[in-house]
């Protein structure tokens, strides 16, 4: 048989390009990829015919505009919009075109804000969720449900995959922009390269969060691509190591990764967002997936690649 041709979707971001580097890495001979200037994912027309060009027989949807807790709070306008519109254009065309499978990214903020922790995929609407992302995770749960209403209506195959919080190499380090993991990696690095005696982690430092490096997400779409299908599972399925820590201890192990000895001392005028969300890996375990890069490994490995795409190794600075 034709191996197949898999479309990856945002395949520049951080989720899209870990996908795309484990196809490659396959030897997958078949991938097809579009850049945001060849292809704006917002206008439907120009989504069209592009499938009609290529016909993918499986995509990979992991474009999205994405951001931190200050950027979901600052724009939730864009994140709203993009993604709704992104979503609603890729889905519909995987219907039009034929395409055999599809798997749709979401995120682990679709679950309420006081959802039972570790957070099982029953939860699923079941409270009001976290306002600092609300835009976000309602555009994701409308990617949910329209694949659901898809596979429910048309019989087709689009399973929703639902990551915790990601990190790993392409990252965003934008300071204003960036998720918790990278933001702390950039400031601990200019914090010991220019020798300052504190680090700045924002919020309480209590919130618990769960890291998986984006390596395992990656692994996650391919097994999905393989081996399941959207009978095997409910609407979404959660994609996680299942386990958290305090941001507190997070800025620990990021200070030791990069070498930095200060103090860290907390902003409390930036918001927390959720106390907790770790989640409840146990359906995808028993269908045959595990995650497996440990954080004390991935965060050195994603330092690395800050180091490589942002900074210019320091071979003066002492560490303080
Ligand atoms: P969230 O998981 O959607 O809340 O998104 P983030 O990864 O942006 O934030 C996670 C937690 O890390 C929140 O409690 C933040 O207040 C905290 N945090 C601590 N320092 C930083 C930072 O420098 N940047 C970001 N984005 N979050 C930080």
């Known amino acids: 048989m034709m191996e197949e041709s898999i479309y990856v979707a945002g395949h520049r971001g951080l989720a899209g390009s870990a996908v795309l580097r484990l196809l490659q890495r396959m030897g997958h001979a078949r991938v097809i990829t579009a850049s945001r200037q060849q292809l704006d994912l917002t206008v439907q027309s120009d989504v069209n015919t592009f499938f009609e060009a290529r016909r993918p027989s499986q995509v990979v949807l992991a474009a999205a505009t994405v951001g931190g807790i200050l950027a979901n709070a600052e724009r939730p306008a864009d994140f709203i919009r993009d993604n709704l519109a992104i979503q609603n254009n890729v889905i519909d065309a995987c219907f039009r075109h034929g395409v055999r499978k599809l798997v749709f990214l979401g995120s682990s903020c679709i679950y309420p804000k006081f959802a039972p922790q570790p957070i099982p995929e029953s939860a699923l609407l079941t409270g009001a969720l976290e306002p600092t992302n609300e835009a976000y995770a309602i555009a994701k749960i409308a990617g949910i449900k329209t694949c659901a209403a898809y596979n429910r209506q048309h019989g087709t195959n689009y399973l929703s995959l639902m990551p915790t919080n990601l990190y790993g190499p392409g990252d965003n380090y934008d300071p204003r922009g960036s998720h918790v993991l990278p933001a702390l990696i950039r400031r601990a690095h200019e914090a010991r390269v220019s020798g300052q005696s504190e680090l700045v982690v924002w919020g309480s430092g209590t919130p618990r ?112």
């Open 209 to 320: 969060r769960e890291l998986m490096h984006v390596d395992d997400l990656a692994s996650a779409c391919v097994f999905a691509l393989e081996r399941l299908n959207a009978s095997d599972i409910g609407e979404c399925i959660n994609v996680g190591t299942g386990i958290d820590l305090t941001i507190c201890e997070i800025a620990e192990t990021v200070m030791q990764a990069v070498g930095y000895r200060g103090r860290i001392v907390f902003d409390t005028s930036k918001p927390d967002g959720t106390p907790r969300k770790v989640l409840d890996v146990s359906a995808l375990r028993r269908l045959g997936w595990n995650a497996r890069i440990a954080l004390q490994d991935g965060i050195p490995s994603a330092y690395q690649d800050f180091l490589a795409r942002y900074a210019k190794p320091d071979t003066t600075a002492r560490p303080i």
